[in-house]
C-alpha cells in the first residue's frame, strides 16, 4: 500500500511543466540581432532554467509511504528511511500537524510527509489506515 499527497504532487507537477514550458518559449522568442541580441548558447542556457527548477519542485511531489508485509518505507523529499512494523509505536496526525508524524520505539519523532493535513479528511482516513496497518502488524499474543 502507497500513500501520497496527491493534491501536492498534481500542482508540482503542473507548475513544473507550465515553468518548462515558459522558459523554452522565452527563451525561442528572445532577439537574436541588435544590440539586445542572445546567442545559440545563451538561449540554450536560459531554456535549460526551466528543467533545472522543475528538478528542484520534483523533490516537493516525491514523499511518500509504502507499506508491506516487513514494514514502512518513508520517503520525504531529500531522505528515505526504512522502519520494521515493531519500531513504530503510533501514527499522529494531529490539528496543526503538516503531515503525518511516526512515533518510534527509539524515543524520536519521524516526519512522514506521505500524509499531509493539507488532504482534509482522506489526510485523517489515510493516518487513519496507517495506524490500523500499525497495530495489526505489531500485534502480540499480550497485545503489548
Given at each position: 500500500?502507497t500513500?501520497?499527497?496527491r493534491?501536492t504532487?498534481?500542482a508540482?507537477?503542473?507548475v513544473?511543466t507550465a515553468?518548462v514550458?515558459?522558459f ?15 546567442s545559440?548558447p ?8 526551466g528543467?533545472i527548477?522543475?528538478a528542484?519542485l520534483?523533490?516537493l ?8 508485509e516487513?514494514?514502512l ?8 528511511q526504512?522502519?520494521?512494523w ?9 490539528p ?14 519521524l516526519?512522514?510527509m ?6 482534509g479528511q482522506?489526510?485523517r482516513?489515510a ?9 495489526a502488524?505489531?500485534?502480540?499474543e499480550?497485545?503489548?
Amino acid at each position: 500500500m502507497t500513500f501520497r499527497p496527491r493534491r501536492t504532487r498534481v500542482a508540482v507537477l503542473a507548475v513544473g511543466t507550465a515553468l518548462v514550458a515558459t522558459f523554452i518559449v522565452v527563451a525561442t522568442i528572445l532577439p537574436n540581432t541588435g544590440p539586445t541580441a542572445w546567442s545559440a548558447p545563451e538561449r540554450v542556457g536560459f531554456a535549460a532554467i526551466g528543467p533545472i527548477i522543475a528538478a528542484g519542485l520534483y523533490l516537493l511531489a516525491r514523499p511518500r509511504i509504502i507499506a508491506d508485509e516487513r514494514g514502512l518505507t518513508v520517503v520525504n523529499t531529500v531522505r528515505t528511511q526504512r522502519l520494521e512494523w515493531a519500531e513504530i509505536v503510533r501514527v499522529n496526525l494531529r490539528p496543526g500537524d503538516p503531515w503525518v508524524l511516526l512515533d518510534l520505539d527509539s524515543g524520536e519523532v519521524l516526519p512522514a510527509m506521505g500524509i499531509q493535513a493539507s488532504g482534509g479528511q482522506a489526510s485523517r482516513n489515510a493516518a487513519g489506515e496507517l495506524q490500523a496497518l500499525v497495530e495489526a502488524h505489531t500485534l502480540t499474543e499480550r497485545d503489548d
